[in-house]
């Protein structure tokens, strides 16, 4: 208790060099702390899940591809569930979250739903606070909510037996389901049974509609690998897998854990491992400042603890009130970096993902204090162990060794980690400018789209197309893709009826006549979609045409798809990005919008529209335009320059984080700078004194101090430098398409730290320098 008394004390009487001892900790911890926060969040994912270790998602690969499929045909797993004991229970789910407002006492409640089966809940084991799903979800019309939403829509009252409409039809809240967290990618507000997805004309069969989610949960103790390894031989009963093998469809399935599933992705493990590099590298430049700042304090520090020695201290004394010291900074720290973290909760909610409960979780807690903790424990021990072994003799001979390797290394520790986060932040910044504004074959200026067709006869749309062109700012009206960036459905092209071979994959979509004028792509070879075209008519990709063997102007020529029937190629549209740049250009197809029997759009296209300008009159104008043509209807108009920048959100989030602890890191920086040049400056006062009585001018002083830099700082930007082209280029890898490393960029860069140090180092040193050497000598 003594030594910490003693060390309150010195808190107390050494008020500026502890405050920038507390402010570079607390930057520190901070920033550190919201970086390995977003590494255990991710990790998290799907963690939830009681014995989430024995639930799988089944997946595919086709042709011993190197892509997977997520999606498989909705029968697969009930067959799967009846015939492999292993499997515990198994669900289907559609493999997209199906967007569906609901109305009740007039007001609407948008809500991201799930179509599943009755084995929904017993594969996930979601908390049910109310209800019985296994029986409930066998109806069409019951839904289940989750217990935010229940209280949105009813508030305190009971849900159950309550009813809302949505599409036309009433549906009976038949239970509700404890809310699901953010860190997991079953994203839903309530679940629907899974037959109401037959009303959106979906295929429920075997060889095709491959649009479902399929997950199992195997009994304790499986090896999945061996189940994987039974489900061909199983499904021949229901399906000809030998023959579809040989005419080039081979597919073979394999379990995928679920608390894998986002986290096993090697995208998402290349930007944690960046994230942990860059938290780590803040987190030791908050570290060395630390102690850099503490040996600033040497000379006077020196004499004090002499004299605790000659009034009976002994060393490990001394040891415990540095350490103690330590401590309690790191306490102050520590409560400062809590209350930044609940001041500023929401943007950090925002840019990183989890709140401000999972930050002071015990499950994240015991992940991210310990590693923290140990980096700044290490970092107290240093100065202990130094000022509890300088001898007292040497502490009264005016102890003022310059200590110059040691603060040498300390300040390249920490010019490296400013130098690698800028350099690295340089790359993002490029990265993500570059892919929201490469050339994509396409041109979305001033356009916006909309699902409001969805379910929409033939005769309604066309009167929905005259009246938005009758606004004098609409110049296009088309359906078709969107958005361009989006996943969408496939089919497999074959030359030949029935031929022993197919020769590929394709994406495979619905436009009218109008969407390729709308988006600007322009034709190679052919003709656009006419009124009275079929879907025996295609209009297919450079891609489509290499892919398919064929050279020079393949218009008139035919091949078939996965249903057998052919199609004729009527035009030809140059490669364009209709994925996000996060994929390479693929094959394309695309059939004219055909109504259904039902005459209701199939293939669920969107209504794209372009206008002269994007104001946000023209775009309430739209808006209020659909919703008075179909007042039965949610309508949502979106530009399409949002859509494209949301598909590179997980790229600008990062780009944020890296900014913001390269400014967090330059400031902890210039802390520690500063220490450095004030016991230069100190150490050294009379030898300026003496430099500047015999004519040394204040420039040649400044120069004095800057050539202690100079190993330093050229060693760590330089070393800074080659570790962040080393990230930069890991980081790259996720992308097909990247920007290049020039090595202009990072001389600039290290220039750019370089001549801020130097010049923080001017502006510091000029005062001294500029001073009358007769005071320095008297203060001698």
């Keep these: 208790m003594k030594t910490l008394s003693y060390a309150f004390k010195y808190l107390l009487k050494i008020r500026g060099n502890n405050l920038a001892k507390t402010a570079s900790i607390t930057l520190g911890l901070f920033v550190s702390s919201i970086f390995l926060t977003q590494v255990v969040y991710v990790k998290s994912y799907n963690n939830f899940i009681p014995e989430g270790e024995n639930v799988y998602r089944l997946e595919s690969r086709v042709n011993d591809e190197k892509g997977v499929s997520t999606l498989i045909w909705a029968p697969v797993i009930p067959a799967l569930k009846a015939e492999l004991p292993e499997i515990a229970a198994g669900t289907v789910v559609v493999g997209e979250t199906i967007n569906m407002t609901f109305v009740r006492n007039e007001q609407t409640y948008p809500l991201e739903m799930a179509y599943a089966d009755t084995g929904f809940f017993n594969v996930f084991r979601i908390p049910v606070l109310s209800g019985v799903p296994s029986e409930a979800l066998r109806d069409p019309g019951n839904i289940f909510l989750s217990r935010k939403t229940a209280r949105l829509i009813f508030g305190n009252t009971d849900p159950v037996g309550q009813v809302v409409t949505g599409r036309g039809d009433t549906y009976r809240i038949a239970g509700v389901f404890e809310d699901l967290p953010r860190n997991t990618h079953l994203k839903y507000d309530a679940v629907f049974a899974l037959e109401n997805i037959k009303k959106l004309d979906y295929y429920f069969g075997w060889g095709g509609g491959d649009s479902f989610h399929g997950y199992v949960r195997l009994v304790s103790g499986t090896d999945a690998d061996s189940v994987a390894r039974k489900i061909p031989e199983t499904l021949k009963k229901y399906y000809d897998y030998k023959a579809s093998a040989e005419r080039g469809y081979k597919i073979d399935y394999f379990l995928n854990p679920l608390t894998r599933i986002y986290v096993g992705d090697p995208n998402v493990q290349n930007t944690l491992n960046t994230l942990t590099l860059l938290a780590f590298a803040v987190l030791f430049v908050s570290a060395m400042n630390y102690v850099l700042t503490y040996f600033s304090s040497l000379p006077v520090r020196a004499r004090t603890m002499a004299m605790h020695k000659c009034c009976g201290a002994q060393r490990r004394d001394i040891f415990g009130i540095v350490s103690g010291e330590t401590a309690l900074l790191l306490g102050i720290s520590v409560l400062l970096t809590v209350c930044l973290l609940l001041a ?87 990265q993500y400018r570059m892919l929201t504004r490469m050339e994509t074959g396409y041109d979305v200026t001033n356009t916006v789209c909309s699902a409001v067709v969805q379910e929409m006869s033939a005769q309604q749309y066309e009167t929905t197309k005259k009246e938005l062109l009758s606004l004098p700012f609409t110049e296009h009206v088309g359906l078709g893709i969107n958005p361009l960036i989006g996943p969408g459905s496939g089919t497999s092209v074959r030359l030949e009826a029935g031929g022993d071979s197919t020769l590929f994959f394709t994406r495979e979509e619905e436009i009218d006549p109008g969407y390729l004028p709308l988006m600007r792509i322009p034709l190679k070879y052919g003709r656009n979609f006419a009124d009275g075209d079929t879907w025996s008519r295609a209009i297919v990709n450079e891609e489509f045409v290499r892919q398919l063997g064929l050279t020079g102007n393949p218009v008139g020529k035919t091949f078939y798809g996965g249903y057998g029937s052919p199609a004729e190629i009527i035009g030809v549209t140059p490669d364009f990005h209709f994925m996000s740049l996060h994929e390479t250009i693929r094959p394309l197809l695309l059939h004219p919008v055909i109504p259904a029997s039902d005459e209701t759009w199939c293939g669920m296209p969107f209504l794209n529209i372009r206008l002269t300008d994007l104001s946000q009159e023209h775009l309430a104008a739209v808006t209020d335009k659909l919703k008075a043509l179909h007042p039965d209807k949610d309508v949502h108009v979106t530009a399409y320059d949002e859509v494209i920048r949301s598909a590179y959100d997980d790229e600008r989030l990062f780009r944020n984080m890296v900014g913001v602890g390269v400014i967090i890191t330059l400031l902890i920086t210039t802390i520690g700078l500063f220490s450095f040049i004030n016991d230069e400056v100190l150490r050294r006062s009379k030898e300026i004194a003496i430099r500047k009585v015999n004519g040394a001018t204040a420039a040649s002083i400044c120069r004095l101090i800057v050539s202690d830099l100079k190993y330093p700082v050229c060693s760590a930007v330089v070393a800074g430098l080659g570790l962040a082209y080393w990230e930069s280029r890991n980081w790259l890898e996720r992308f097909p398409y990247k920007v290049s490393l020039p090595l202009w960029i990072y001389v600039v860069c290290g220039a750019c730290i370089a001549g801020a140090i130097y010049l923080i180092v001017v502006l510091k040193v000029r005062k001294t320098a500029n001073e009358n050497p007769v005071n320095s000598i008297k203060k001698e």
């Design 344 to 430: 500023l909760q929401d943007p950090i909610r925002d840019m990183t993902g989890p709140t401000s409960r999972m930050i002071f979780s015990t499950y994240n807690l015991l992940r991210v204090a310990p590693p923290i903790l140990a980096v700044f424990l290490l970092a107290g021990i240093l100065p202990a162990n130094i000022f509890s072994g300088i001898p007292v003799t040497v502490s009264f001979g005016s102890y003022r060794a310059s200590n110059r390797l040691w603060k040498q290394l300390l300040l390249f520790v920490q010019f490296a980690g400013v130098t690698l986060m800028l350099a690295l932040l340089v790359t993002v910044v490029r």
